[in-house]
């Protein structure tokens, strides 16, 4: 799920949709209005899940799309040649998610280890182990 937000509200460490990818927000250059023109704004963001750096350029008063993030606790149920099962802590369901990048936190997956995951647009993001 994704909600609608002015180019010119978006801030540096906040996320927004490009290309229909989720991606967190490392730099925003904005121009001055021109005679003619709008000012616009030039979005250097990293994707969440492919780690891609991606730009963007729209007027400052145009709509982006800003995903919607839930962040939630679980537990390390199983680890799989392939990834990860994780169980929810508040819904007791079972949810599959592939290996994070960062090696040091592949390494302290284990069975039984607590974590805080994302949920964004259906894809699961595990970024900590409490």
Known sequence: MTKPMDVGELRVGGYMMIEGEPCRIM????????????????????????GQKRQFVKPVDA???????????????????????????????????????????KAKLVAGAEIEYWKILGKIKITRVK
């Open 27 to 50: 730099d925003i250059t904005k121009s001055k209005p021109g005679k003619h023109g709008a000012a616009k704004a030039r979005i250097v963001a990293i994707g969440v899940f492919d």
């Open 63 to 105: 709509n982006a799309e800003v995903p919607i993030i839930d962040k939630k606790p679980g537990q390390v149920f199983a680890v799989n040649p392939t990834g990860v099962q994780i169980m929810d802590l508040e819904t007791y369901e079972y949810l599959d998610a592939s290996f994070p990048d960062e090696e040091d936190l």
